[in-house]
Every structure is written in structure tokens, then in C-alpha cells.
């Protein structure tokens, strides 16, 4: 059994994905593949992950390679990390020349203007490495963690043979963050949960505790409490339950900018109301990168380096089609009638059954309609970008920048058009030719 991990100069995350597939006994003994385009981040994952591997007495035959082919021939899982273009230049592009156009943001890496532009300048790269799986690997499943995750997942779904399902950990967070934030910690491990919709924003349609007693009230009223709730950071979060009657399962700064609501340049004290971190990623990669840098020569140096299992599924959905013992996950998948409100050609975050078959999407049926309807904001954009991608025409790029919730709410036609062309032109060769 062969993992190829593409982008695997993410140290941090390939130490994660791979680690947890290193101490998962049942995997027996495979081989893992690292790939990256930085010789220098590539070899650095690759050091860590043999010295966790010796210290775990793991059964992992580690390389890395630079070569494609040598990277998917042979591959049965292909776990996806890319950046195209990381935080510099591109990161800083999209945020600095959309702020020049009066658009402030939080993430930018998952709907909005900066998310537009993030899914043009991946595609291309994705639908390459499409085209090398359905060469040299066509029956492996393909694992992507990279955002924005319903686009690129949506558009290798739609526009290639390679068996896609997109992966993200907000899921699995949301009701323990809930749950912790309004003190109710005592049923943590006393609860179950439903949650469908699409990637950062799926909803949490039930949630009781396992007698069968909704969670829902209490839960409500102590969001709802000023004075339970005035130390709380997720207000976003909790003022969309306040207004639609469910909780979102992405945290509050990304759910600002997903919504016309909340980054209002007529209203600026709905900052300060809602404590939305306006710039927020810039500023995480700026620590993340420093961090990087101030752990790593230790890291590098230390032979004996121990991992922890986490809660991220890659690991999981190997072992299970390995060895068909069913599990159960949430992963993004196309609509195929899974969520009867949304459309057809949407990605959309539902449970997954896996097996030794792969994919096995659950039916949600309709979802409440004040949340299908959010959703459809979302996905209007979502699909008018693949458009964009599938079509090199710069008059979708238009239509989704000004279908997008919160660009729509701040900017004119005009000025929406501007930022485009602008970042058109700031990402250069980034980007394909639009014509």
C-alpha cells in the first residue's frame, strides 16, 4: 500500500497526517511517498517523519521525491496540502489590493474575494495532478485538505476521473467547542449530533445527549444570556443561531466574511460588537511562520521525536478500506441528491460511510430552508468560480465576485469589476490567461 502526500513541505500538517498513519497498527507496513516543489521544506518533513517513524517503531518506508511520476505511480491514497503561491506573494495580494478597494477580511482562503483568487491560481495545478493520478495511479482515492475546499474538491468531482472527497476537521470540533464555550463540558462524551450543509458551513441540525434529550434549549438559552455569554468569542456564530435557529459548524471569523452582516464599512462598530479579527490569517501565518522557524532547527536536531494521535480523518479512512471495517466520517462529496435543497452540481459536507467500496455518501434529505438558503449565497459563487476555472473567461470571475455575499455588501459593479482586473493583474503568472 502506497500514500503519496502532495505539498508535504507543510511540515506541521504532513507531521499530523502521516504520524497518525504511523501509529495506526492496522495499516501494517506501507510505503509513503512525500512530494513537494521546495527541496529544502520537503526535506525537512522528510526528516521528521523518519525520526517519528524510528521512534514509533513505526512500519512506514519513508522517501521524498521532486518527481511527479515517481510521486503517483503506484499510489493508492493521495493526501492533498497545496498552497499555490503561499502566504507570500499570493496571501498578501489578495488581501492587500482588496483592502486598496475598500474590502476588508478575515481568512480569505474559503469564499470572498480571497477566495475566488485562491481557487484560480489551484486549479490549474489540481486538474495537473489529476491528469498525472488518471496516468499513473487511476484507482487511488484522492484526500484533500486544501482550501477553499468546496470549490477545488467540487471542481476535480465535476471535471475529472479521480475519486475525490474533501476533508476538514471543523466538524469535529464543533459541538466540544460548543459545548466547552457555554459550560456545558459534562456532556462532551454524553451526546450525539447531526450536522450537513456545505465546507465551513454546515449546520448543526440536531444535537442531544444519549438518552435522547435535546441539547438545543439549553444550549440557546445560555447563548442567548448577556449575561452568560459576555465573555464569549464566537458571536458570529452565536448571532446566526440567534437569527436562523442553528449553529454553523466554521468559527466566527471565517462566518463573518462568508455573510454580508457582520464587515460593514457603513456600520464599523460591528467590529468591536462582534470581535471579528479583520486580517486575521496574515497575521496566524506571520506567527506560524516565525514559530516554524524558532522550532524547527530543535525538531531537526532531535532524533527522538514522539507524535499524538489527532482527529484529523486521513488515517482513519485508510484503515477502513483496508480493512472493511466500516467508519463513519464527514467529507465533502458532489450533491447527488444528498441534500434534496441544494443543487445537484454543489459540494456538499455530509457523513460518509467508508468501507472497502471508498465513498459511501449518507442521504440528508432537505435541510431547513433558512439554512439551504444561506448555503445557496455560498454556492452561487462556489460555482461560478469552477466556471471561471473550467472556462478561462474573466466574465465569470465578475459574476461570482459579485454574487459573493460580503463583496457584494460593501462594493459597486463598477468596483467590484476594478478589484478583479487588479488582482488580475497582481497575481501575474499565477494565474492562467483569462480572456
Not at 462532551?188 to 442531544?208: C, P, S, Y
Not at 449553529?247 to 456600520?267: G, L, M, N, Q, R
Request: hydrophobic share 40%; with cysteine; aromatic share 10%.
Amino acid at each position: 500500500m502506497k500514500i503519496t502526500f502532495i505539498g508535504a513541505g507543510s511540515t506541521v500538517f504532513a507531521r499530523n497526517v502521516i504520524g497518525d498513519c504511523i501509529l495506526t497498527p492496522e495499516l501494517g507496513e506501507f510505503d509513503v511517498c512525500l512530494f513537494d516543489i521546495d527541496a529544502k521544506r520537503l526535506d525537512e518533513s522528510f526528516q521528521i517523519l523518519t525520526n517519528i517513524n524510528k521512534t514509533a517503531n513505526g512500519k512506514a518506508h519513508i522517501t521524498q521525491t521532486l518527481d511527479r511520476e515517481t510521486a503517483f505511480r503506484g499510489a493508492d491514497f493521495v493526501i492533498n496540502a497545496i498552497q499555490v503561491g503561499l502566504y507570500e506573494p499570493c496571501t498578501v495580494t489578495d488581501f492587500e489590493v482588496a483592502k486598496k478597494h475598500g474590502l476588508r477580511q478575515t481568512i480569505a482562503d474559503t469564499l470572498g474575494i480571497g477566495g475566488i483568487f485562491r481557487a484560480l491560481r489551484t486549479i490549474p495545478v489540481m486538474k495537473a495532478y489529476a491528469d498525472d493520478m488518471e496516468r499513473w495511479c487511476p484507482n487511488a482515492l484522492f484526500l484533500n485538505y486544501t482550501n477553499p475546499m468546496a470549490m477545488l474538491s467540487g471542481y476535480m468531482q465535476r471535471f475529472t476521473d479521480v475519486k475525490t472527497v474533501g476533508l476538514c476537521h471543523s466538524v469535529q470540533s464543533c459541538v466540544p467547542h460548543l459545548l466547552d464555550e457555554l459550560g456545558m463540558g459534562e456532556y462532551k462524551d454524553n451526546n450525539r449530533w447531526e450536522i450537513a450543509g456545505i465546507n465551513h458551513q454546515a449546520w448543526l441540525l440536531k444535537v442531544e445527549d444519549l438518552q435522547g434529550n435535546d441539547l438545543y434549549p439549553e444550549i440557546k438559552r445560555r447563548a442567548f444570556d448577556p449575561q452568560f455569554n459576555a465573555e464569549m468569542q464566537d458571536l458570529v456564530r452565536l448571532e446566526l443561531m440567534r437569527q436562523f435557529g442553528y449553529y454553523v459548524t466554521e468559527s466566527s471569523e471565517h462566518s463573518a466574511e462568508y455573510t454580508p452582516w457582520f464587515i460593514k464599512d457603513k456600520y464599523p462598530d460591528l467590529i468591536e460588537r462582534y470581535k471579528i479579527p479583520l486580517d486575521e490569517y496574515p497575521r496566524r501565518c506571520v506567527n506560524q511562520i516565525k514559530g516554524w522557524n524558532e522550532m524547527r532547527d530543535s525538531l531537526l536536531r532531535d532524533s527522538h521525536i514522539e507524535h499524538k494521535k489527532t482527529h484529523e480523518f486521513a488515517s482513519y479512512i485508510i484503515k477502513a478500506v483496508l480493512s472493511d471495517e466500516p467508519y463513519r466520517i464527514h467529507g465533502n462529496v458532489l450533491n447527488t441528491g444528498l441534500i434534496t435543497n441544494l443543487p445537484q452540481d454543489a459540494c456538499v459536507e455530509v457523513p460518509i460511510l467508508i468501507d472497502r467500496n471508498g465513498l459511501n455518501p449518507c442521504y440528508v434529505g432537505d435541510l431547513p430552508e433558512q439554512c439551504a438558503a444561506i448555503n445557496r449565497t455560498n454556492i452561487n459563487v462556489q460555482l461560478l468560480t469552477i466556471k471561471a476555472a473550467e472556462t478561462l473567461k474573466r466574465e465569470y470571475i465578475y459574476m461570482a465576485a459579485m454574487l459573493d455575499p460580503h463583496t457584494a455588501s460593501e462594493l459597486s459593479i463598477d468596483a467590484i469589476r476594478a478589484l478583479c482586473d487588479d488582482l488580475i493583474e497582481a497575481h501575474g503568472d499565477w494565474l492562467p490567461k483569462f480572456s
